[in-house]
């Protein structure tokens, strides 16, 4: 065979992309929550998904996967196999789940893979009106002079919000009483309805209910002041020391998720972040927009585990405390 004769024969297999990869996403995209419809984590959710239907070109379907305080749905983002499954959760489902329940199905350090720190809100302590608490100092002191007498709500055992009065009390030596609920709203209902006496939650669920005057706002856990209730002191404010933890919202998907795919939707979701729909939406909830890197939320991540794995373990929380 000549020379030109074997060239020509080659010829095809050169205009044949060797790295040629089938388009990607080939179909609707999952984004499963860990939450019930209208909680913060699915108003996120929803933002996000809306900025990615548009540029990744097929539907990003919001799945709502509500219960064990967020990690059935993280459960569900762990061991999905089909490289179309996204999820959004917070931070103890993507943070601390596993120690607070070692037998926890998931490990989230392990199992998910951080793609963006989307949003947070800071925390808010609030309290009934009726009971004659304005501050923490007077809420110190009204409950050591009723011990056994005051509930908190919380969103459920190992929540962030659990956490926050859980340790503000063990350090003061307060004798009150965590009443777990299904959901955040749920939680702050209760204190409005005088049910519960005070909950730590989100802004967000909260501040609405404050500046209605059916719950009182007492301090704030971020590290300034909120521009929605900016006469609310935070905890470091009132000689409570540093509080700077926050609601947050992260965007995760399964560890075993192609490397390629995962820098593509955390370069999106960064671009979501700053997009004019999402940031109305997201502000109008009370969030501040953040749009991280990967890296920030696994950063963040380790520093929740390092701040409240010592708290879980030295007033031994477990699922059903």
């Known amino acids: 065979m000549t020379l030109n004769r074997r060239a020509a024969l080659a010829l095809p297999l050169l205009a044949t992309p060797a790295l040629a990869q089938p ?8 984004l499963i929550v860990g939450f019930p419809g209208g909680s913060t984590p699915d108003i996120a959710a ?5 900025h990615l239907t548009t540029v990744l070109g097929q539907p990003v379907v ?6 064990g305080g967020g990690t059935i749905g993280a459960d569900a983002v762990a061991k999905a196999n089909d490289g179309h499954t996204l999820g959004v959760t917070i931070g103890g489902p993507g943070s601390i789940a596993r120690i607070l329940n070692p037998a926890l199905p998931y490990d989230p350090v392990t199992d998910l893979a951080p793609v963006s720190l989307l949003a947070r809100m800071p925390f808010v302590m609030s309290v009934n009106p009726g009971l004659p608490v304005r501050n923490l100092a007077e809420l110190v002191a009204h409950a050591r002079a009723n011990p056994g007498k005051l509930n908190y709500g919380s969103v459920g055992a190992g929540s962030t919000g659990h956490l926050i009065v859980a340790e503000f009390a063990a350090r003061h030596g307060l004798d009150i009483t965590h009443v777990p609920f299904r959901s955040v709203p749920q939680s702050v209902t209760e204190v409005v309805a005088g049910r519960v006496e005070m909950t730590a939650a989100a802004a967000g669920a909260v501040v609405a209910q404050a500046r209605a005057g059916q719950v009182r706002a007492i301090a704030a856990s971020g590290a300034a002041r909120m521009a929605t209730l900016p006469d609310l002191p935070t905890f470091a404010e009132q000689g409570e020391g540093a509080r700077d933890v926050y609601a947050w919202i992260g965007l995760f998907a399964p560890a075993a998720f192609p490397a390629e795919r995962l820098a593509r939707i955390s370069a999106e979701a960064q671009a979501a972040m700053r997009a004019p729909d999402t ?6 909830a009370g969030f501040e927009l953040l749009g991280t890197d990967a890296e920030a939320l696994r950063t963040l991540i380790r520093e929740e585990a390092g701040l409240w794995g010592p708290v879980v373990r030295r007033l031994n929380i477990r699922p059903e405390s």
């Not at 388009?23 to 999952?30: G, L, S």
């Not at 929803?46 to 809306?50: C, F, P, Q």
């Not at 919001?62 to 219960?67: H, L, P, T, W």
Request: glycine content about 4%; aromatic content about 4%.
């Open 46 to 50: 929803r933002a996000v998904a809306a």
């Open 23 to 30: 388009a990607w996403p080939d179909r609707p995209i999952r």
């Open 62 to 67: 919001v799945d709502n996967r509500a219960g």
């Open 279 to 284: 940031v109305r939406a997201l502000e109008a």
